[in-house]
């Protein structure tokens, strides 16, 4: 299957990060059962691991959560010592779901069946 274009992973999801030490996790929320199904063969943890390869993440595990069609990722030691330790900005994850929104992503053929039902999209700020 060939793609022609890409898309900004948050036209077909949401996703909300968070922290414990050094550690953060960011949670990937399709909007749709088949945006669900496409995440999972495209957002893998290579794939994750690689886009934020600049925080180094020392490793990046996946776990799925079909039931409210959602990806959960750990990423371990991606913190530079956590909000105690770390000169970065973000030290404490929270901002790390909208880095991820911005990942692009092979533009399904089927894009208008994982968009919001409601029509709206994740806009930039």
């Known amino acids: 299957m060939a793609f022609m274009s ?9 996703a ?10 960011i949670g ?3 909007y749709t059962a088949a945006g669900f199904e496409f995440l999972g063969r495209y957002l893998t943890e290579t794939r994750l691991a690689e886009y934020l390869l600049p ?7 996946r776990f799925e959560m079909p039931g409210i069609l959602a990806y959960n990722f750990l990423l371990r030691d991606v913190l530079a010592g956590g909000a105690s ?3 970065r900005t973000d030290n404490q994850g929270k901002v790390l779901s909208a880095a991820v929104l911005e990942l ?12 919001r ?4 999209t994740n806009q930039r700020t």
């Open 85 to 87: 330790r770390s000169l």
């Open 117 to 120: 039902p409601d029509g709206a």
């Open 28 to 30: 990937v929320i399709a």
């Open 16 to 25: 909300r990060s968070g922290d414990k030490g050094n550690h953060a996790n």
């Open 6 to 14: 890409t898309i900004r992973l948050a036209e077909i999801a949401h």
């Open 104 to 115: 692009p992503i092979p533009k399904p053929p089927n894009l208008a069946e994982m968009q």
């Open 55 to 61: 925080l180094r993440p020392r490793q990046v595990e």
